[in-house]
């Protein structure tokens, strides 16, 4: 089987997907502070512009921007990943291929990621990021997520 490669540019802008392992669950709700808390300790040890995002019950849609000198996204998102677990009591389920390496059952192994290519690409994922609340059938208008962000520009 081969392996999967990201794309990686230096300063780049990336739509990133991230799913929980339980697209039935609502813990990226519940536990919304421990997921702030674990962006906010990536961004200081990792720097990042967070361009949109949207948490929804069970992923996340983000279009960020990496600095000029760096291209690891990939890092960001593990390190995401693992500081919100890190902090959330352990009651998901956890497979014996998952136990046997260490991991939680929170999240889904893999992610989403496109490298925006210019400004109408760049705009139709911000429209994208902002309009999955509606799209879900969450609320009506994109202005009613609290967990958007639409909300704050």
Not at 90 to 115: A, D
Not at 130 to 139: A, D, F, M
Request: charge should be positive; glycine fraction near 2%.
């Amino acid at each position: 089987m081969p392996q999967y490669r990201r794309h990686y540019v230096q300063g780049a802008s990336y739509f990133l997907a991230v799913n929980l392992a339980d697209r039935s669950s609502d813990l990226l709700i519940k536990e919304i502070e421990t997921l702030r808390y674990a962006f906010k300790v990536v961004k200081q040890k990792h720097p990042f512009y967070i361009d949109a995002i949207v948490i929804l019950p069970d992923h996340l849609h983000m279009l960020c921007t990496i600095p000029s000198d760096d291209a690891n996204y990939s890092e960001r998102i593990k390190l995401i990943k693992y500081y919100s677990s890190y902090r959330i009591v352990k009651t998901e389920h956890i497979s014996k291929s998952r136990r046997k390496k260490g991991e939680r059952g929170i999240w889904q192994r893999r992610f989403w990621e496109h490298c925006i290519r210019n400004e109408a690409d760049y705009r139709m994922h911000i429209d994208y990021i902002h309009l999955n609340p509606v799209k879900h059938e969450y609320v009506k208008r994109v202005q009613d997520w609290q967990y958007s962000s639409i909300r704050s520009g």
